[in-house]
């Protein structure tokens, strides 16, 4: 089984920056993509970004976050990390990170795709 524990969530002021961490548990962690959504309240779920398998660590943005979060990856640690620029009222969500499929092309934006998924970390700011 999986686990996945997001931390690093919080209130933080527009402009100001924050680093999301996902560890994940599993041997055969580095075998695949992982992901980054988020839900803001009444909102539905949305893709954030995402990373490939350690071979060539690609990466895929959603066109709202490019140029301000950073999704990256350490093998070694079995961990994923979202690091957040310049945030803005509207980046206010709940993060979840998530294990892609591994028959699933990269990348994936669809949340079908992701496997497993870890409990979520609250992010607020403020304006």
């Known amino acids: 089984q999986v686990q996945l524990v997001e931390s690093g969530g919080g209130l933080v002021q527009a402009g100001g920056s924050l680093r999301l961490s996902c560890a994940a548990s599993?041997?055969?962690?580095?075998?695949?993509?992982m992901g980054w959504f988020r839900q803001a309240p009444g909102k539905e779920r949305e893709f954030v970004a995402a990373?490939?398998?350690?071979?060539?660590?690609?990466?895929y943005y959603t066109d709202s976050v490019k140029g301000r979060f950073t999704i990256s990856r350490d093998n070694a640690k079995n961990m994923v990390y979202l690091q957040m620029n310049s945030l803005k009222p509207e980046d206010t969500a709940v993060y979840y990170c998530?294990?892609?499929?591994?028959?699933?092309?990269?990348?994936?934006?669809?949340?079908?795709?992701?496997?497993?998924w870890g409990q979520g970390t609250q992010v607020t700011v403020s304006s």
């Open positions: 599993g041997r055969t962690f580095s075998m695949y993509g």
């Open positions: 990373i490939s398998w350690s071979g060539s660590s690609s990466t």
């Open positions: 998530a294990r892609q499929q591994g028959s699933v092309a990269f990348p994936t934006t669809q949340g079908y795709h992701y496997t497993y």
